[in-house]
């Protein structure tokens, strides 16, 4: 769209609804550059937007019509109803991920437990946790730098308190630490799965998405590490994909842990394997 002098805030939103044939996502994007609300837009739908704005709502629209993510595009996706900022360089946080959150949770851990969220990424997981449990002793690793700077922004924009953030391939830099609990959403793709080739995903980093022909392969690194890193009676919350129900059962059995379950998320697939590590392991 080319920038004219008379449009006005609902022309431009008439516009944009129709060539992304979604009215929210055009109002969130003309909301971003404003830095309005929707309900501001749909009452002032009269204002004369200028052209500065209108170029830089027009670049928007075109990143979002050749499928950029609406997330990156805003800087920012909510997760377990906190604002979390997110760049390209990590995984944008998904609803179903909050089964982890709702689940960990509920766990009956001591009230200063030690935690650990491994391949944090934008840090969702482990800070609301750290938010939600203020006594909980939280740990995350990563090893993309850049996703550990973008987590302990979001740490310091949320107010969680102090989280430790480690740089450094999943239990590298752990070396001698035990926790009570360890939750993860490691890569699960499988290398080639035509998914990867469909919609968001094609913008996010592949490290945080593909795990190996199966899929597999960081679950295995992370079950295997649970040895050494988790407590006796520890437990172990990790997300899978939507058929590695089967796989990863199988996985937490074969490394002697106890009170297995897969969960399912909203859409009833498989997204949770948890299990207890045997006192005796
Ligand atoms: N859930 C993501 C997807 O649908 C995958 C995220 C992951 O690999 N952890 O693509």
């Not at 302990?152 to 035990?178: A, H, I, K, M, T």
């Not at 469909?198 to 960081?218: C, Q, Y």
């Not at 009170?259 to 009833?268: F, H, R, V």
Request: hydrophobic share 40%; net charge negative.
């Amino acid at each position: 769209m080319n920038a004219t002098p008379e449009t006005t805030v609902s022309d431009w939103l008439r516009r944009a609804a129709s060539t992304l044939d979604s009215q929210l996502e055009a109002q969130l994007l003309l909301g971003h550059v404003l830095g309005r609300e929707r309900a501001w837009l749909i009452a002032h739908g009269e204002e004369r937007l200028d052209d500065p704005c209108q170029s830089k709502a027009n670049a928007l629209l075109e990143r979002r019509q050749v499928g950029e993510p609406i997330a990156y595009l805003l800087g920012e996706r909510e997760f377990w109803s906190r604002p979390f900022r997110v760049t390209p360089e990590v995984l944008i946080p998904r609803p179903e991920t909050e089964l982890i959150v709702e689940k960990a949770l509920a766990l009956d851990l001591p009230e200063n437990a030690r935690v650990l969220d491994l391949g944090t990424g934008s840090g969702c997981i482990g800070l609301t946790l750290a938010a939600e449990r203020p006594g909980w002793q939280v740990t995350a690793t990563d090893i993309s730098q850049a996703a550990l700077a973008i987590a302990r922004q979001n740490s310091e924009d949320l107010d969680v308190g102090p989280v430790e953030l480690l740089s450094g391939c999943w239990f590298e830099p752990l070396e001698g630490r035990r926790f009570d609990l360890i939750v993860s959403n490691p890569p699960y793709v499988a290398a080639g799965d035509i998914h990867l080739g469909k919609g968001d995903v094609r913008f996010e980093p592949e490290s945080a998405l593909v795990a190996g022909p199966d899929g597999l392969d960081d679950l295995r690194h992370i079950v295997d590490g649970t040895a050494a890193h988790l407590n006796p009676g520890g437990w172990l919350m990790v997300e899978i994909g939507h058929d590695q129900g089967p796989a990863g059962g199988t996985l937490l059995k074969s490394a002697g842990f106890e009170n297995i379950s897969i969960l399912s998320d909203g859409a009833g697939n498989d997204r949770v394997a948890t299990g207890q590590r045997n006192d005796g392991a």
